[in-house]
């Protein structure tokens, strides 16, 4: 999903301008969008630990689809976006909410069989990190 990840969010970005990064940090104040990039992550997390869980590849495309078109129809250009999710400072940022949020559920990150626990048990309640996994 990763891969997947990047991918869609490159998907006819062009290369990021001075300008755009410095805008770009204004990207990290729009919470829904920073909220759908931290269940992916959790997601991307939970499937690459875990042998049973698979991901929904194309909801995932379809959903950072939207999320861009989202952040675009908030007046961010694709370069703005691609400085943004190439920013090594917000990836660190994501990752460590995703983290948190793994250990606050019982489970540790890297750690595949907690991590499976925790994908079935999101998996079961729809939740907004469950829709991008399924059971193999």
Known sequence: MRMILSFVLSLGLGVSSGVAAVRAGSLAQEADINQGLFYMAVA??????????SPRVMTAISYMRA????????GYTEAEIDAYISDKAEKRKIRGRSDDYIRS????????????????AEIAKQSPIGKFLKAK
């Open 67 to 74: 999320l861009k078109a989202e952040a675009q129809s908030r």
């Open 105 to 120: 559920m019982g489970a540790m990150p890297n750690d595949g069989p907690s991590l499976c626990d925790l994908g079935r």
């Open 44 to 53: 991307d997390e939970i499937r690459k630990r875990c042998g049973d869980i």
